[in-house]
Nanobody, 122 residues
């Protein structure tokens, strides 16, 4: 019900935009988030956008460089990533939560996409 796309291989300083298309239940009143998991590391929260007021929240590591947005008409959430760094290399997952409040823990998210790989070379 969540289909992530847009990953690829880029150089440090480049930009990339990820998309997450929602269908079924997840296209309704769900807040959307992005998480990432680097090789050998735990999955970590990146950002989320609330379905109620579109309030956004970012991890400190991406604040000022990444922007999350949603197009409800297209049932799609985007993650615009600018000034990419090698440390941003990871598999990126989109996820949906029924909560409108800020939720940074993976356990709060009910649905998950399959992940898309972002590799940033130095």
């Amino acid at each position: 019900q969540l289909q992530a796309s847009g990953g690829g291989l880029v150089q440090a300083g480049d930009s990339l935009r990820l998309s997450c298309a929602a269908s079924g239940r997840t296209s309704g009143s769900y807040s959307m988030g992005w998480f990432r998991q680097a090789p050998g590391k735990e999955r970590e929260f990146v950002t989320m956008i609330s379905y109620r007021d579109r309030r956004t929240y970012y991890a400190d590591s991406v604040k000022g460089r990444f922007t999350i947005s949603r197009d409800n008409a297209k049932s799609t959430v985007y993650l615009q990533m600018n000034s990419l760094k090698p440390m941003d290399t990871a598999v990126y997952y989109c996820a949906a939560t029924p909560f409108y409040q800020v939720k940074t823990g993976a356990s709060a998210y009910t649905y998950w996409g399959q992940g898309t790989l972002v590799t940033v070379s130095s």
